[in-house]
């Protein structure tokens, strides 16, 4: 009987680490299949849209603005919708969208800190003799600006964001430190082109449509060269995020949409009609992108580090604002006592 008993209580003494252990290891699971769903749901819907977009807006005989309007989109249709649903009624962090001025001060932010860091890396490389500019066509320039920022947004920078330093990066900084997170979302960023090249060949397979070639990089680019611009890039937009305490998705939007804004102007600007090009006078003039990038990402910290300072003071005000447990009952007595 003695022997029963001590079997019995060792056994419910180690039950409850054995708990904890399952939980854990369920709770990690859980995170990491979160960040991949909003890998896949990415990766499917950017697959799937620029496939099915331009074969709508072919039929629909449809050319020039609307026609890439249409692709980007059902891009932003069939992602942003079921990111959010699938993020409704979770515990934990929200996936970053706020209020209207909170949205606009973080994307003023993220816009802000991007084109300051482009524009004191690419000009100190013109300086430098790198880089030669076009005579600017302000008319083109601003037509372009306004149209690509529609395209590009819908495209890419809130479908992109919203699923990746979004819904990832959520489930991931719910179970692990903010560098854990900061890496295994930038890993599932590097498998979404290559796996929404797979989503588009198979639906253009299906649609009868001419089929995109399967690739890590897209238009026949190095992989290599393209996957570390995408990692530099991927660490920068999750530093974006962490830069700002309210709406903080919003940074991370200005910042992917400032980057493209910048690189199409720079580098396709002449292809694009975007009214001002520049041209590399040199192979090495390409490291300019992930330079600019790391530049951002300084400035980024450097905000949440005043973010952070400013939320620790607010904090601290707070408390030493708020009643103690005693002033009440020595107000009390001072009325007592003067009755």
Do not use: K
Not at 29 to 55: F, H, I, K
Not at 147 to 173: C, D, K, M
Not at 197 to 221: H, K, N, S, Y
Not at 257 to 262: E, I, K, N, R, S
């Amino acid at each position: 009987m003695t022997h029963r008993r001590g079997r019995t209580a060792t056994t419910s003494r180690t039950t409850p680490s054995t708990s904890t252990a399952s939980t854990a290891t369920a709770s990690t699971a859980g995170a990491l299949r979160g960040a991949l769903v909003g890998g896949l749901v990415m990766a499917t819907a950017l697959g799937a849209g620029t496939v099915l977009g331009p074969a709508a807006a072919a039929g629909l005989g449809l050319s020039g603005l609307p026609a890439r309007l249409l692709p980007a989109a059902l891009v932003s249709a069939l992602a942003v919708p079921l990111l959010v649903v699938a993020r409704r009624g979770r515990a934990g962090r929200p996936l970053g969208f706020g209020g209207p001025r909170a949205s606009l001060r973080a994307f003023l932010t993220g816009t802000g800190v991007t084109a300051a860091a482009a524009a004191l890396v690419l000009g100190a490389a013109t300086a430098a003799g790198l880089l030669r500019w076009s005579r600017p066509d302000p008319g083109a320039l601003a037509g372009f600006l306004a149209s690509n920022a529609v395209v590009a947004l819908l495209l890419e920078a809130l479908p992109e964001e919203t699923a990746l330093r979004g819904h990832a990066w959520t489930a991931l900084r719910g179970r692990f430190g903010g560098t854990v997170a900061a890496l295994g979302t930038t890993a599932v960023f590097l498998l979404v082109p290559g796996a929404s090249t797979v989503v588009g060949a198979g639906t253009a397979w299906l649609i009868g449509a001419e089929r995109q070639p399967v690739g890590f990089a897209p238009g026949g680019q190095p992989a290599a060269d393209y996957l570390v611009l995408l990692a530099v890039f991927g660490l920068t937009l999750v530093a974006a995020r962490t830069a700002v305490d309210r709406a903080p998705l919003w940074a991370a939007i200005g910042a992917h949409l400032t980057f493209l804004t910048v690189n199409r102007i720079v580098l396709e600007g002449a292809e694009r009609g975007a009214g001002w090009s520049a041209r590399l006078l040199t192979p090495d003039a390409v490291l300019l992108v992930p330079a600019y990038l790391l530049v951002a990402a300084a400035g980024f910290l450097v905000c949440r580090r005043i973010t952070r300072t400013r939320a620790a003071e607010r904090t601290l005000r707070a408390v030493r604002e708020r009643p103690g447990p005693d002033d009440g009952s020595r107000a009390s007595r001072r009325r007592a006592v003067g009755r």
